[in-house]
T-cell receptor, first 115, second 115 residues
Framework: DSGVTQTPKHLITATGQRVTLRCSPR?????VYWYQQSLDQGLQFLIH???????AKGNILERFSAQQFPDLHSELNLSSLELGDSALYFC??????????????FGEGSRLTVL | AQSVTQLGSHVSVSEGALVLLRCNYS??????LFWYVQYPNQGLQLLLK??????LVKGINGFEAEFKKSETSFHLTKPSAHMSDAAEYFC?????????????FGRGTSLIVHP
């Protein structure tokens, strides 16, 4: 158990809908990262937050948004969903602000299926 | 730009045989390199990491990796495979983005262990 909690574990929805994925980092970790894992794209970095502030953005679509709240949990919002958004979404946390040698602790992921 | 390439999407070995998973990196600055493992229905967890110093890095579960700057490689090895080693293995390199260092992952190598 990494200490990172993600909900829901599985989610099935229809195209055009909106969903929210939630992540609680390990106790004491200030950084939250979101990754998307799919068969064709592999593991893609979406966004990084540190102590409530956005620090880095990757290949995140404009239809997607995220935030980190004062209690440090984070939410990833996906809207106007398309079939291609079906994937496993991982949240990871770390202690620091994004050090080069920092270890990430991953949750078990939220599997999104868009029908 | 930093990137990693994992050679072979699948590697199959017999139990007790040598495990060799290949990773080559591309980086314009000294790299920070990682190997993560993903067991079925779980998130990724760190096996080992290279920062600076000793080029042979030892990790958990008997795995080790050698950093070879001249070959831009960071191959993962284990002398004797066990059935429990069957998993997906990811090589990663940290790259600077904004105010953070973000691990960027290779496409992964699935290790299959035969009895």
């Amino acid at each position: 158990d990494s200490g990172v909690t993600q909900t829901p574990k599985h989610l099935i929805t229809a195209t055009g809908q909106r969903v929210t994925l939630r992540c609680s980092p390990r106790s004491g970790d200030l950084s939250v990262y979101w990754y998307q894992q799919s068969l064709d794209q592999g593991l893609q970095f979406l966004i990084h937050y540190y102590n409530g502030e956005e620090r880095a953005k990757g290949n995140i679509l404009e239809r997607f948004s995220a935030q980190q709240f004062p209690d440090l949990h984070s939410e990833l919002n996906l809207s106007s969903l398309e079939l291609g958004d079906s994937a496993l979404y991982f949240c990871a946390s770390s202690v620091g602000s994004g050090a080069p040698t920092g270890e990430l602790f991953f949750g078990e992921g939220s599997r999104l299926t868009v029908l | 730009a930093q990137s990693v390439t994992q050679l072979g999407s699948h590697v199959s070995v017999s139990e007790g045989a040598l495990v060799l998973l290949r990773c080559n990196y591309s980086s314009s600055v000294p790299p920070y390199l990682f190997w993560y493992v993903q067991y079925p229905n779980q998130g990724l967890q760190l096996l080992l990491k290279y920062t600076t110093g000793a080029t042979l890095v030892k990790g958990i579960n008997g795995f080790e990796a050698e950093f070879k700057k001249s070959e831009t490689s960071f191959h993962l090895t284990k002398p004797s495979a066990h059935m429990s080693d069957a998993a997906e293995y990811f090589c990663a390199v940290s790259f600077a983005s904004g105010g953070s260092y973000i691990p960027t992952f290779g496409r992964g190598t699935s290790l299959i262990v035969h009895p």
